[in-house]
């Protein structure tokens, strides 16, 4: 299927579920927002519907008997010959047992306790992450490796993925694998004055990729809350000086933008986590995390010495990526 800046899929979502009252539920929800909806009791006859007909979303539990949930996902996704949205409904919150199913092709997991609460949304964001996808700049060959979680185009399943081979070979290789975290927060005024926060992360997301190492290098731009834009530059077999140039190149992006000074209201901060291949392996997430909490960690000296002088100028403190 060729990209297309209309590409839009089909509305038409699959149910696999034992529960009876689940399907008929989560059926007629879907039905109510105009999706052309069928239902599976087991895995066998899901695999089957899906082989004869494309399903852009698939709801399942996490317990599709008498296939395995993992070999479940996998085998969708070998009988795929058009994009897929997996959605998995779970009763385990355990980070560990997510990224495995990211590992083999869940896009998105959604708690059995709140799966009738939220599954409208998780499903209409399945559509336009295929929507997306399928026209997004970033999945094209000559543009630099870029998992955007921002606009919709990938979901925790390629970053997953794609961080834990990263591990995985850092493990094998001995050499370190170092993510640098970025962050831009700023008050409305001021990403006002660059024209709007979506301009400001193609910004933040072009200076990073100047200054990726060519089929080594990629990055991860992650949602966040208005005026704030967020993103990690996962760097294989680097050292600091690597790091540090990469930093210095996205600081060169923004200097005419005055960061270092309060009045303008913007800041640019930094963290980062590292794995040696010594070191017992981290889960994907845990690894990610400890960026976060590095940049945000950096940046609090940074607003605690704003505020005190603060008679002219008060920025926003940094916020949570979502």
Known sequence: MSASPDFSPPRRALIVDADQVMRE???ALLKQQGFEVAAAADGVEALTMFAREWFPVVITD????????????ARLRILSLAPVYIIQVTESSDVRDHEQGYCMGVDQYLLRQNALTEMVGRVQAGVTAI????????GRAHEP??????????????????????IVQ??????????????????????????????????????????????LDWVVRLP??????????VMPESGPNEVSAMEQTIRNAFVHWGLST?????????????FAGEENSPAALELLGQAERSRRGSD???????ARPAAESKPLPAQDAA
């Not at 309060?262 to 590292?274: E, H």
């Open 25 to 27: 539920s989560a059926t």
């Open 62 to 73: 996490s317990a599709v008997p008498p296939v395995d949930d993992i070999a479940f996902v």
């Open 131 to 138: 929507r997306r996808r399928q026209s997004s700049r970033t």
């Open 145 to 166: 490796a870029t998992v955007d979680l921002e606009n919709g185009a990938h979901t925790a399943r390629h970053l997953v993925g794609r961080l834990r081979a990263e």
């Open 170 to 215: 850092t493990g094998r290789s001995r050499k370190n694998l170092q993510l640098l975290s970025i962050g831009l927060d700023g008050d409305p005024a001021a990403f006002h004055q660059h024209h709007a926060s979506g301009s400001v992360s193609d910004t933040l997301l072009s200076a990073a990729h100047d200054a990726m190492r060519p089929k």
């Open 224 to 233: 966040a809350p208005a005026n704030t834009c967020r993103l990690v530059v």
């Open 262 to 274: 309060t009045a303008r209201g913007i800041r640019l901060s930094t963290g980062i986590a590292s």
């Open 300 to 306: 609090a000296p940074a607003r605690a010495s704003a």
